[in-house]
């Protein structure tokens, strides 16, 4: 507030002869274009040498400058603006004689805007306070009407700063704070649908400081019949909040059938929305769906002691239908985004020569050792990189469907704050996992399994030797193991797929029990129940026993709805055969067989080549035939 030179004085003679009256208008309302005019003014008045009438009208300005917060008790101003250097002006800014000049001042401003704001700004700074300065604030808030009119210049503000300041002195505020609080009211009941929001920003106020209790079912009825009129014409956003606000109302006056109603409704006017959508010239099924969905939420809100006169359960049932048929139907709506081809050739072609001319263990360790292994490290470096440069991403969260259409996950913004950010990081982990798959698959596995199937004939009884010398298969496992890696390699993935997973799910709780981990759950009656993988897999033991990579793997390939999800698509039932032949049902085989071979060769060799897990004790297991055989 360095306006003006500091030994500059200034008193009431300057106030009156600084022309502010002509300068802020008879009509000029608003704190924002008050400041702005009173320190243009001020600027023109101190080049002139009027420096102390300058003074004055910085005082003001600055006064005019600073925020109104109107709820709060001991802090109802603040700076408008706050840069990294400096910052508008605040009330710790005025000096002891500034706050002695506006007391001899309050009493000549006939401005009400001017007046309220010096009074309370001398209610919170002067030592001790003087309720006069609240009673000229009060008095002077409300002398604007409340009216939409006035809205955008802050009046609704001002008075409920006139609230919290009635509120504050209690009995020495004499009648006023009824008052305010029956123009409130009255201000609701005089509202109409063309004013939008204005009736629901006073109720909110009245609800913040716990008015209204006198006028309860009149100001829920009016909410209630403003809604209507809203749903009437269409507009369901708006009525969609004035049931709300209604609901509360008429919660608070004991009437929850009532309540429950107007949730009901309330939840209908998603249903109007999706079908008017599906019905509109560009009908989406997707946002229908989502429309759909919102409507069955808001109708779960209602408790089920209140559901039977209004029969919600079967409501509830038939948007459910409806939401069903419009995800099914969403699905038709996605569409591709084409990109330019990728060529891959140089790729495919040094795949399939690492697995010629081998023996069969060094052509199965090339299939599974040749590819570029899939790290978590670099794949959270992937994702955070496409974060930073998506502008998108970085203010919109994400929704995954199903195959049928159902709504399977949910994501966050990166924007957000704490956990949320870091879901919004794994998800687009688990999705740029799924690139890297198709692109291995596609340029690297496929290729060198079909070379590989050309020069050897491995038998189900090899494969099954295989697992059975492999530490990482259970006891007792090796055979349904091996025949699952026999499956994929004769190229029959449906059946590789189905046996795989429950094993892979197995060998998980079989190793993590081996290390003392607990995997079951503890029900209220004393049963004891396994854990499903995807709740193993994210156990704080899982990286310590099998390491990050694999640990990530399982996590995003078996168990995360933004990825396969393979473990839940398969234990439900909800692949169907194209799904069982996907890039990512070749890479579940292959990883499986990368995490066999491996182990297997570990032992062998003496030597970790391609895993950085550590089998458990030996154990006694069952003998096989040579995998070499």
């Not at 001991?74 to 002006?89: A, V, Y």
């Not at 706050?99 to 309050?106: E, G, K, M, N, R």
């Not at 956990?419 to 198709?438: C, P, R, T």
Request: net charge negative; proline share 5%; with cysteine.
């Amino acid at each position: 507030m360095c306006h003006f030179p500091e030994d500059v004085q200034c008193g009431l003679d300057d106030f009156r002869r600084c022309g502010w009256k002509e300068i802020l208008g008879e009509k000029r309302e608003g704190y924002h274009a008050m400041s702005n005019v009173l320190s243009a003014a001020a600027r023109k008045a101190i080049e002139e040498g009027r420096t102390a009438e300058g003074k004055v009208l910085w005082l003001l300005a600055d006064a005019c400058s600073m925020a109104l917060k109107p709820a709060s008790l001991n802090q109802p101003f603040e700076p408008t603006i706050i840069l990294l250097d400096r910052r508008s002006s605040a009330p710790e800014d005025f000096a002891k004689e500034d706050i002695a000049f506006f007391a001899t001042i309050v009493d000549d401003i006939d401005h009400p805007w001017l007046q309220a704001r010096i009074a309370d700004v001398l209610w919170l700074l002067n030592v001790p306070r003087s309720p006069k300065h609240a009673l000229i604030a009060i008095d002077a808030y409300r002398s604007s009407p409340l009216s939409l009119e006035t809205r955008l210049a802050g009046t609704l503000s001002c008075w409920e700063r006139a609230l919290v300041l009635a509120r504050m002195l209690g009995p020495g505020a004499a009648n006023r704070l009824t008052e305010l609080e029956d123009e409130f009211c009255s201000s609701v009941e005089k509202a109409v649908i063309g004013d939008g929001v204005f009736a629901l920003d006073i109720v909110e106020v009245l609800d913040r400081h716990h008015l209204g209790r006198s006028h309860l079912m009149v100001l829920a009825t009016k909410l209630e019949s403003m809604a209507r009129e809203a749903e009437s014409e269409g507009h369901y956003l708006l009525a969609r909040r004035y049931f709300d606000a209604a609901t509360k109302w008429f919660l608070k006056a004991k009437e929850k059938q009532k309540a429950a109603e107007l949730i009901a409704r309330s939840a209908e006017t998603f249903v109007h929305e999706a079908n008017a959508r599906l019905n509109s010239s560009s009908p989406s099924y997707i946002v229908a769906a989502s429309f759909f969905e919102d409507a069955i939420q808001k109708l779960r809100h209602i408790p089920r002691s209140q559901r039977q006169p209004l029969k919600i359960d079967e409501r509830i049932a038939e948007i459910h239908e409806l939401l069903t048929d419009a995800g099914e139907k969403s699905i038709e709506e996605m569409r591709s985004v084409p990109t330019p081809p990728i060529d891959i050739t140089d790729v495919t072609s040094a795949s399939m020569a690492m697995v010629r001319g081998k023996d069969i263990i060094e052509a199965l360790s090339a299939l599974v050792n040749g590819p570029p292994a899939i790290t978590k490290q670099r794949i959270q470096g992937a994702a955070k990189e496409v974060l930073k440069r998506s502008f998108l991403q970085s203010f919109f969260g994400g929704t995954q469907l199903s195959r049928d259409g159902r709504v399977i996950g949910k994501s966050p913004s990166s924007k957000s704050a704490g956990k949320s950010q870091d879901d919004a990081l794994w998800v687009q982990m688990v999705k740029h996992h799924g690139l890297e798959i198709n692109f291995l698959v596609h340029g690297c596995i496929w290729p060198a399994l079909e070379a590989l199937r050309l020069e050897h004939r491995v038998t189900e009884g090899a494969f099954i030797a295989l697992a059975s010398n492999s530490p990482i298969v259970p006891p007792g496992r090796a055979d349904l193991f091996g025949k699952a890696l026999f499956e994929g390699y004769d190229n029959d993935f449906i059946a590789a797929l189905h046996l795989l997973v429950p094993q892979l799910e197995n060998l998980v709780r079989w190793h993590l029990k081996t290390r003392g981990v607990k995997t079951t759950t503890l029900d209220a009656d004393g049963i004891h129940t396994e854990n499903g993988l995807s709740t193993l897999a994210w156990l704080p033991e899982m990286e310590e026993i099998f390491g990050e990579d694999f640990t990530f793997e399982i996590r995003a390939l078996f168990c995360d709805p933004f990825g396969p999800n393979l473990r839940n698509e398969v234990a439900h039932g909800l692949f169907d055969s194209g799904a069982c032949q996907s890039a990512y049902s070749v890479y579940a085989w292959w990883f499986a067989l990368k995490i066999v071979l491996n182990i297997f060769l570990h032992q062998r060799r003496g030597v970790d080549e391609a895993s950085e897990w550590t089998p458990p004790p030996p154990e006694d297991s069952p003998a096989g035939e040579s995998p070499s055989g």
